[in-house]
């Protein structure tokens, strides 16, 4: 594919911006209606096939997670939800962060749906990009939900295109770490999970330190950049470029999947990191130019209006008619949200200093060098039939070593 021309298809549902986590919640799905609505008023939608996806079924989801845990999400509300057991609950990991509202299962077989179509539709040969901003929401586990994520429809999504791919890249850009997606293929070389992310001061997950490289067969087949605070658009592109170019060139993907959590943008709302919408839309530009089929998905942010913002840009990057849309922003019913500025680039600079030295960065870039000179190059795969108990192949062997590790792990 390259840089040239890319059959892109976009997925939105209007009903996805329509679910409420709570007043006081900082996860706005209303931020997919607003982005949607960008996309709409600078005419991207004239390049691009627009599809409705149709729900994922228990069945699709329990290709990742229990039925159990997907009977106890369709079942909950917040008028029964004192009627559960406390201690399922507990085991469930929902409360402040993971509230039950109306709609929640609902609201999960929606963005899944769409991220399981996407890859379906890459695996067909349909597309060369897939682009899903309701999904990406990559800290939900097998057993239960994690950081505002119920249902991690990014390892169903992968699962689906491990059935026509080799080697599948994930690559996340959202300020937290992908744990969720990393831990479910931990044990595989399969998968490749690079994550860029804030890690350190109890920040959340509390998950990927850079020794954190995978195990049994996906042994150095978990990337972790862990960043400080503040760093900017230059050298998050610098280390970005560096690891993903390596990447690449070592384990040889056939598909990729690119969780862009727009929670690494300046002044956002729950995160530390300093990057303006075109640096973070650099990086997006940069694995388009890969020419591997690629599902993009949303993730993290909660500045709604940044958020709307950046995925509108990196619907326009990818394209490739970044150029071809204004900085002032097309009206809406929701213009207001982008008050007072109404500009689709307004400066996000925190004035943050930038914590990352650059011995830091080198540092950083020096030993992941080192951990992919121990890969295989591109290893190569007998192909058979994936079936739905496909991660249990290589879970059940590292049950015991997963379970000394979580009780190693700070995070919720």
């Known amino acids: 594919m390259g840089m040239g021309k890319k059959r892109v298809v976009y997925f939105y549902n209007p009903d996805a911006g329509n679910f409420h986590y709570g007043p006081n919640h900082p996860m706005k799905p209303h931020r997919i209606t607003l982005a949607h609505t960008l996309v709409l008023g600078y005419g991207l939608t004239q390049h691009m096939q627009i599809y409705k996806a149709p729900k994922a079924?228990?069945?699709?989801?329990?290709?990742?997670?229990t039925l159990e845990y997907l009977e106890f999400l369709r079942d909950v509300k917040p008028s029964n939800v004192n009627d559960f057991p406390k201690e399922k609950l507990l085991g469930?990991?929902?409360?402040?962060?993971?509230?039950?509202?109306?709609?929640?299962?609902?609201?999960?077989?929606?963005?899944?749906?769409?991220?399981?179509?996407?890859?379906?539709?890459l695996n067909d040969g349909f597309t060369d990009i897939a682009i899903n901003w309701a999904g990406g929401l990559h800290h939900a586990k097998k057993f239960e939900a994690?950081?505002?994520?119920?249902?991690?429809?990014?390892?169903?999504?992968?699962l689906q295109l491990l059935k026509y791919h080799p080697r599948v890249l994930y690559i996340d850009i959202d300020v937290h770490h992908g744990d969720g997606v990393q831990e479910a293929f931990y044990l595989t070389d399969r998968v490749m999970t690079v994550s860029f992310h804030r890690f350190g001061n109890f920040f959340f997950p509390?998950?990927?330190?850079?020794?954190?490289?995978?195990?049994?067969?996906?042994?150095?087949?978990?990337?972790?950049?862990?960043l400080k605070e503040g760093i900017d658009d230059e050298m998050y592109f610098g280390i970005f470029k560096s690891v993903i170019t390596e990447v690449v060139q070592f384990y040889r993907p056939t598909a990729i999947v690119l969780q862009c959590g727009a929670d690494s943008l300046g002044c956002d709302r729950l995160g530390v990191f300093n990057l303006s919408i075109r640096g973070h839309g650099r990086c997006?530009?940069?694995?388009?130019?890969?020419?591997?089929?690629?599902?993009?998905?949303?993730?993290?942010?909660?500045t709604v209006r940044n958020v709307a913002r950046c995925w509108a840009y990196e619907t326009a990057v990818l394209l490739d008619r970044e150029e071809d849309i204004s900085n002032e922003l097309p009206y809406s019913e929701y213009i207001e949200y982008f008050a007072p500025d109404y500009t689709l680039h307004p400066d996000l600079n925190t004035k943050m200093e930038n914590a990352n030295t650059k011995s830091y960065v080198d540092a950083l870039k020096s030993t992941i060098h080192d951990n992919l000179k121990q890969?295989?190059?591109?290893?190569?795969?007998?192909?058979?039939?994936?079936?739905?108990?496909?991660?249990?192949?290589?879970?059940?062997?590292?049950?015991?070593e997963e379970e000394e590790e979580d009780g190693k792990k700070d995070g919720t």
């Not at 020419?291 to 998905?297: A, N, R, S």
């Open 375 to 400: 890969l295989v190059h591109a290893p190569s795969v007998q192909f058979v039939d994936i079936k739905d108990n496909f991660l249990e192949t290589f879970e059940m062997e590292g049950d015991s």
């Open 57 to 65: 079924s228990m069945k699709d989801m329990m290709a990742f997670h």
């Open 284 to 302: 997006v530009r940069c694995v388009r130019a890969l020419g591997i089929p690629t599902l993009v998905v949303g993730g993290g942010g909660y």
């Open 92 to 121: 469930y990991n929902v409360g402040e962060d993971c509230p039950i509202f109306e709609g929640i299962y609902n609201f999960c077989s929606l963005y899944t749906g769409a991220s399981l179509m996407g890859a379906r539709y």
């Open 146 to 158: 994690s950081g505002f994520c119920y249902v991690n429809d990014i390892v169903i999504a992968i």
């Open 206 to 226: 509390g998950t990927g330190d850079m020794y954190e490289v995978g195990a049994e067969s996906g042994k150095y087949y978990s990337v972790n950049v862990p």
